[in-house]
């Protein structure tokens, strides 16, 4: 997963829909758009992208998410004439620069983060990995402290009693609400073997790996892209991490049954 940074100037462009994104935000409804980036067109589904607000104070970091794919070419957002390069974003975090305040550019200037250049005019540079690691936390510290707490990004489901998934609400692969109790629920009802390649933490790793697993959706809640009442033994299903990575790998998403066909070839093949 690489990092990075796209712009917005209000002097060049009027975001005439952030109160009501942000308001949205808040409620917990799903937020997703289309960013210009820039020339670049090597980020990738799931990389993680940070938006810096620019031109007059308060400057500095407002929000945060992850790209549902690579960029497109549209018509530029400045000129009916011309094209440009857009980004598609899951929203994972949105501050109100006013209210909320950014992270700001005098916090984004020391040790390693000052390799950035966070005086680009141009969307869609990268961040460097140790810049990277280092942003994220100084950025989930932000947010937090601003009491916008951010999202869980992970392949895992996490909060509530009523199975619904699907909403952004608050931050490391898509940024969408998930439920803890539906996670144990479809642990009880499948148990804790993978179901693609069948292993079991707690058999080889002992009590250090006892109730570990993944819960994988058989439908990406970025492709449902609403609220919906999950089915525990319907719509989850136990992976360990490696196969869970190895069913998202790629433009295309596997089945759970289509990853296990290719382990037992690859088993026969062996053998």
Request: hydrophobic share 40%; proline share 4%.
């Amino acid at each position: 997963m690489t990092a990075y940074l796209l712009t917005w100037n209000p002097k060049q462009f009027k975001w005439h829909e952030l109160k009501n994104k942000i308001s949205k935000f808040r409620a917990g409804g799903s937020i997703t758009l289309q960013w210009s980036c820039g020339n670049t067109k090597r980020i990738a589904k799931g990389d993680r992208l940070y938006l810096l607000r620019q031109g007059v104070e308060p400057r500095g970091i407002m929000a945060s998410g992850i790209a549902l794919g690579a960029p497109t070419e549209d018509r530029s957002w400045n000129s009916a004439q011309k094209t440009a390069r857009y980004v598609p974003v899951a929203l994972d975090a949105l501050l109100d620069p006013i209210t909320d305040g950014v992270l700001p550019l005098s916090e984004l200037r020391n040790g390693a983060l000052g390799k950035v250049n966070w005086k680009t005019q141009v969307s869609g540079i990268v961040i460097n990995d140790v810049a990277a690691e280092i942003l994220n936390k100084q950025w989930r510290k932000f947010v937090a402290k601003a009491g916008r707490a951010p999202l869980a990004l992970t392949e895992e489901v996490s909060d509530g009693t009523k199975y619904y998934e699907g909403a952004v609400n608050q931050v490391t692969v898509n940024a969408f609400e998930r439920d803890k109790a539906a996670r144990q629920a479809c642990i009880d009802y499948h148990g804790l073997q993978c179901a693609a390649c069948d292993f079991d933490f707690e058999a080889v790793y002992g009590e250090r790996g006892a109730g570990y697993i993944h819960v994988h959706h058989h439908v990406p809640l970025s492709e449902v892209n609403a609220r919906y009442e999950v089915n525990p033994q319907k719509d989850l299903v136990p992976v360990c991490p490696n196969c869970h990575a190895m069913i998202h790998r790629g433009a295309k998403t596997l089945t759970v049954r289509q990853l296990r066909a290719i382990l037992m070839n690859q088993r026969k093949r062996v053998n």
